[in-house]
């Protein structure tokens, strides 16, 4: 069973969900997911970053959102990301990001089109927050380092390499360094 590494920025008085994310080591690979903060939207996407353990240059893969099935359909380490053709994703990959997306999305994570959005619109009410379109579910605040006007969460073991190679390539708003948030 694959134990992913997660890392959540979280803005509770701005945008609320700026990154959160998790993935896995297999190999040389990091595989992941993540979601946040693009212009006035949320984006998400699968993620590999291949050869990432080796010599080699990284190559950062993502999908077109949430379409595993799809394949790779972007490059972000290269000039022009968009592939002219998807590179396929090797299906035990494909069910264990799967896998492994729903269950950060359950544990951490809540939309407005959530069953208990009213439940978590009272928490939020009852803390002084405004809960926004993504956000955490109000029980995994407390995960939280709030020292920061971003929140930040990051499981032990996150390798903060992993987290600063994604944010210098990844087509979300900028984020914070970890430098800028002093981890």
């Known amino acids: 069973m694959v134990e992913p590494k997660t890392f959540i920025a979280y803005a509770p008085f701005g945008v609320g969900v700026r990154c959160a994310l998790f993935y896995f080591e297999r190999g040389n690979e990091v595989y992941g997911w ?3 903060a693009r212009d006035l939207e949320f984006h998400s996407a699968f993620f590999k970053l291949e050869d990432y353990f080796t010599p080699r240059p990284t190559r950062f893969y993502a999908t077109e959102g949430m379409d595993l099935y799809g394949g790779w359909r972007y490059l972000y380490s290269a000039r022009e990301a968009a592939l002219d053709k998807p590179v396929p994703i090797e299906d035990a990959v494909v069910h264990e990001l799967d896998r492994l997306q ?3 999305a359950a544990e951490w994570l ?5 069953r208990n959005i009213e439940a978590e619109r009272e928490a939020y009410g009852r803390m002084g927050l405004i809960l926004g379109h ?3 579910r109000n029980k995994r605040l407390g995960a939280f380092d709030v020292r920061q006007p971003v929140w930040i969460h990051r499981s032990h073991g996150c390798d903060t390499n992993v987290i600063e190679y994604l944010r210098k390539h990844w087509p979300l708003d900028s984020s914070p360094s970890f430098a800028e948030l002093a981890l």
Do not use: Q, S
């Open 34 to 36: 993540w979601i946040g």
């Open 102 to 104: 729903g269950a950060f």
């Open 110 to 114: 809540v939309f407005e089109d959530d």
């Open 134 to 136: 993504a956000a955490i």
